[in-house]
């Protein structure tokens, strides 16, 4: 079984930088991509990046593009998600969540029903 650990979540500036990560366990070669989502009161779950195990290619949402970086450390089975020039519209709860039967592809990424297994999330705030 494999489970995903968030961290790194805290209160910054607009305009500030975090960086949050996932930490794997457990079945580690069996996921085929990592994705982050976000949720903020009252909405729903929305997508923020994806990135496949295979190629490490990674999609994004509109909304963070040129902002938000994911990365991998394969050797430590984290995942990262760089986050400059922050708003407070960014402000949410932040999971990752690992597809274990199948790779999310461009029109589906950001389907949450797409991925199998999730973290606790960790609270990111942006505010001044």
């Known amino acids: 079984q494999l489970q995903l650990v968030e961290s790194g979540g805290g209160l910054v500036q607009p305009g500030g930088s975090l960086r949050l990560s996932c930490a794997a366990s457990?079945?580690?070669?069996?996921?085929?991509?990592i994705a982050w989502f976000r949720q903020a009161p009252g909405k729903e779950r929305e997508g923020v990046s994806c990135?496949?195990?295979?190629?490490?290619?990674?999609y994004y949402a509109d909304s963070v593009k040129g902002r938000f970086t994911s990365s991998r450390d394969n050797a430590k089975n984290t995942v990262y998600l760089q986050m400059n020039s922050l708003k407070p519209e960014d402000t949410a709860v932040y999971y990752c969540?690992?597809?274990?039967?199948?790779?999310?592809?461009?029109?589906?990424?950001?389907?949450?029903?797409?991925?199998?297994?999730w973290g606790q999330g960790t609270q990111v705030t942006v505010s001044s």
């Open positions: 969540a690992a597809a274990l039967l199948a790779t999310p592809n461009s029109i589906r990424w950001y389907w949450p029903s797409k991925y199998d297994s």
């Open positions: 990135m496949r195990s295979s190629d490490g290619w990674t």
């Open positions: 457990g079945f580690t070669s069996d996921y085929l991509a």
